[in-house]
């Protein structure tokens, strides 16, 4: 199991701030929810990552 292991399980992702002043990244399927939340420093560290595995992404499938 691992990044590369495809599944067939659908989930619903929201982002948005929170009223405390964090990002949460909520996610909810098959009977469960996981709300994440990160303060807005760890928040744009993530953003950094995601964009970085998209380019990623598309050197492999370019």
């Known amino acids: ?4 292991t ?3 399980i659908e989930a619903n992702l929201q982002i ?10 909520f996610i909810e399927g098959s009977g469960i929810e996981i ?4 303060d807005p420093e760890e928040a744009e560290e993530i ?3 995601i ?5 990623a992404a598309r050197a492999v499938s370019g």
């Open 35 to 38: 709300p994440m939340d990160f």
């Open 47 to 49: 953003a950094e990552e």
């Open 16 to 25: 948005g701030p929170t009223d405390h002043g964090m990002v949460r990244l």
């Open 6 to 8: 495809e599944r067939d």
């Open 1 to 4: 199991m691992g990044i590369n």
């Open 51 to 55: 964009r970085a595995a998209a380019q």
